[in-house]
């Protein structure tokens, strides 16, 4: 899977904010709890204390500054507030991605690095001199940035290494998949993007309630949907900029459903609370059930001798396309063609009769194509009113999903683990 990028700057419009010179509360921590009892500390002092690696004020701020870049508008010192809270979450996130680097001694090269930021350069219409420039001018260190993508590289290694092979998409998962996207066909569906923050605990639910008002008050004046669920959604569709696509309300959680339910048209939905976390949802459209048509995956069989009844005889054998394919490969006397996701209604008539009539992994009866006996043998069917993404389409966003969750709860369990002392913000 290719990783969308974490950034899509609007450098432009960005004028550095001011953070205060002090921050200060009580410390709260995940693992070994401590309080370091100070009341006050200056910008560059200590915010927290990650298995005795410091993250410092500065750090945080710049942090902050870099989740704010492109989001629109000047924020309130409430809203800088939370988001210097998401933003030391994020630095300790990946003090801990960086010693697990170091544990499996996983080593990010300069270049890998280079060619990620070139790639955030290029998404942004910009010449990689010309970004570094415009983060210098906003005040931010690129240094930050590359070590930013460093921790989120090797995390990714690290998590591919240790449980990529492990992840199996069967054909079920696969067949069911297909199968909620038959039942979506029939009904009302809704084109809708979210952002979800994660929150282990009632107290937490509360700060990611109060981040959720912060978010969506900068989404309504004009901030784009996508990058605030690139930076702040714990959901795996953040790679994707929140984009789920378009679902039923039977395939969301019943408090998004009556959120979704109770918008009179497009547009964006209070922050709505579930068990463990927070919702923002934009509905971008709807459309109602259509006229169902069927889209096939086939192997086209065909005897290149003209013999009907040998090519008739040898489908009947035939229990699925990989055995049609087998067949042509090891018998010149067969050929076979591979046609996915074709609409039926899109066949000539003869053809739509014949497969309509057939099930998946068998045959239909032989009929003449270019002048040589062919059948179809019919892989996959589905019925759908919109676009239909392939078996492989399904299986690789299966797959991504589950690696998703897992690196999640992965990072859950080395912040349980860990010694964490820190100050809120």
Same mark, same amino acid.
Do not use: H
């Given at each position: 899977?290719?990783?969308?990028?974490?950034?899509?700057?609007?450098l432009?419009a960005?004028?550095?904010?001011?953070?205060g010179?002090?921050?200060?509360?009580?410390?709260?921590?995940?693992?070994? /709890?401590? #309080?370091?009892?100070?009341?006050?500390l200056?910008?560059?002092?200590?915010?927290?204390?990650?298995?005795?690696r410091?993250?410092?004020?500065?750090?945080?701020?710049?942090?902050?500054? *870099? =989740?704010?870049?492109?989001?629109?508008?000047?924020?309130?010192?409430?809203?800088?507030?939370?988001?210097?809270?998401?933003?030391l979450?994020?630095?300790?996130d990946?003090?801990l991605?960086?010693?697990?680097?170091?544990?499996?001694e996983?080593?990010?090269?300069?270049?890998?690095?280079?060619a990620?930021?070139?790639?955030?350069?290029r998404?942004?219409?910009?010449?990689r001199?010309?970004?570094?420039? !415009?983060?210098?001018? $906003?005040?931010?260190?690129?240094?930050?940035?590359?070590? !930013?993508?460093?921790?989120?590289i090797?995390w990714?290694?690290?998590?591919?290494?240790?449980y990529?092979?492990?992840?199996?998409?069967?054909s079920n998962?696969i067949?069911?998949e297909?199968?909620q996207?038959?039942?979506?066909?029939?009904?009302?569906?809704?084109n809708?993007s %979210?952002i979800?923050?994660?929150?282990?605990d009632?107290?937490?639910?509360? !700060?990611?309630?109060q981040a959720?008002?912060?978010?969506?008050?900068?989404?309504?004046?004009?901030a784009?949907?996508?990058?605030?669920a690139?930076?702040?959604?714990?959901?795996?569709?953040?790679?994707?900029?929140? #984009?789920?696509?378009?679902?039923?309300?039977?395939?969301? %959680?019943?408090?998004?459903?009556?959120?979704?339910?109770?918008l009179?048209?497009?547009?964006?939905?209070?922050?709505? =609370? &579930?068990?463990?976390?927070v919702?923002?949802?934009?509905?971008?459209?709807?459309?109602?059930?259509e006229?169902?048509d069927?889209?096939?995956?086939?192997?086209?069989?065909?005897?290149?001798?003209?013999?009907?009844?040998?090519?008739?005889?040898a489908?009947?054998? *035939?229990?699925?396309?990989? $055995?049609?394919?087998?067949?042509?490969?090891?018998?010149?006397?067969?050929?076979?063609?591979? =046609?996915?996701?074709?609409?039926? #209604?899109?066949?000539? %008539?003869?053809?739509?009769?014949?497969?309509?009539a057939?099930?998946?992994?068998?045959?239909?009866?032989?009929?003449?194509?270019?002048?040589k006996?062919?059948?179809m /043998? &019919?892989c996959?069917k589905?019925?759908?009113?919109?676009?239909?993404?392939?078996?492989?389409?399904?299986?690789?966003?299966?797959?991504? !999903?589950q690696?998703?969750?897992?690196?999640?709860?992965?990072?859950?369990?080395?912040?349980?683990? $860990?010694?964490?002392?820190?100050?809120?913000?």
């Amino acid at each position: 899977m290719s990783r969308a990028p974490l950034f899509a700057f609007c450098l432009m419009a960005f004028a550095p904010f001011s953070f205060g010179q002090e921050l200060a509360t009580p410390g709260v921590a995940d693992g070994a /709890v401590q #309080s370091t009892g100070d009341a006050s500390l200056p910008l560059g002092g200590i915010a927290a204390i990650v298995n005795d690696r410091p993250i410092s004020y500065s750090d945080v701020v710049e942090r902050a500054q *870099l =989740l704010l870049l492109g989001l629109g508008g000047q924020p309130t010192q409430e809203q800088i507030q939370q988001i210097t809270g998401r933003a030391l979450e994020q630095l300790i996130d990946e003090k801990l991605q960086i010693e697990e680097a170091a544990e499996f001694e996983v080593e990010i090269e300069s270049a890998e690095i280079q060619a990620e930021i070139e790639g955030i350069a290029r998404q942004s219409g910009l010449e990689r001199d010309v970004f570094i420039n !415009q983060l210098l001018a $906003a005040g931010i260190n690129p240094v930050s940035l590359e070590e !930013q993508l460093r921790a989120e590289i090797a995390w990714r290694r690290i998590m591919r290494g240790l449980y990529g092979t492990r992840i199996r998409i069967s054909s079920n998962q696969i067949d069911e998949e297909l199968e909620q996207l038959r039942r979506a066909a029939s009904e009302t569906q809704y084109n809708i993007s %979210e952002i979800f923050l994660y929150a282990q605990d009632l107290a937490q639910i509360e !700060q990611a309630r109060q981040a959720a008002d912060s978010i969506v008050s900068q989404l309504q004046q004009g901030a784009p949907f996508e990058l605030a669920a690139q930076r702040f959604s714990s959901a795996p569709t953040a790679a994707t900029g929140g #984009s789920m696509g378009w679902v039923s309300l039977e395939d969301m %959680e019943p408090e998004v459903a009556e959120a979704v339910r109770a918008l009179p048209g497009p547009g964006l939905t209070p922050p709505i =609370l &579930v068990a463990d976390g927070v919702y923002i949802v934009s509905v971008e459209g709807k459309r109602e059930p259509e006229e169902a048509d069927t889209v096939v995956s086939l192997v086209r069989l065909a005897s290149e001798t003209g013999d009907a009844e040998g090519l008739r005889t040898a489908a009947r054998t *035939l229990d699925s396309c990989d $055995a049609a394919e087998a067949l042509a490969a090891e018998n010149a006397a067969f050929s076979a063609v591979k =046609l996915e996701t074709l609409s039926v #209604s899109q066949l000539s %008539e003869e053809a739509a009769t014949r497969i309509n009539a057939t099930a998946p992994n068998t045959a239909t009866d032989v009929f003449e194509m270019a002048t040589k006996p062919t059948v179809m /043998v &019919v892989c996959d069917k589905l019925a759908s009113g919109g676009g239909v993404p392939s078996r492989e389409q399904i299986e690789n966003r299966l797959y991504g !999903q589950q690696l998703s969750l897992i690196a999640q709860r992965a990072l859950r369990d080395l912040k349980r683990e $860990a010694t964490i002392i820190r100050r809120e913000l």
